[in-house]
């Protein structure tokens, strides 16, 4: 009878330490995706952030750009 209940409190006790492990390991798996993204968010943000900026700042986007390309290709072929 001790052996039994010996090894009916040893499966318990396992399996209260495989779910503990288990639910850490979640929990820092979880954390660790969370601030990964706002990791990745907080870069992205600060690109497009820096983009405008310097969109801003030159004065122009790409209609700017295509148009100025036009000119000198048309200056170079008139010559």
Request: aromatic share 10%; hydrophobic share 60%.
């Amino acid at each position: 009878m001790g052996r039994i209940l010996a090894g009916a409190v040893g499966v318990v006790v396992g399996l209260f330490i495989v779910g503990a492990l288990a639910i850490w390991l979640f929990k820092v798996l979880i954390s660790a995706a969370f601030y990964l993204i706002v990791g990745a968010a907080v870069v992205v943000g600060a690109l497009w952030l820096y983009s405008k900026v310097r969109q801003s700042l030159t004065g122009g986007g790409r209609n700017q750009r295509r148009l100025e390309a036009f000119l000198a290709t048309r200056r170079n072929r008139v010559r």
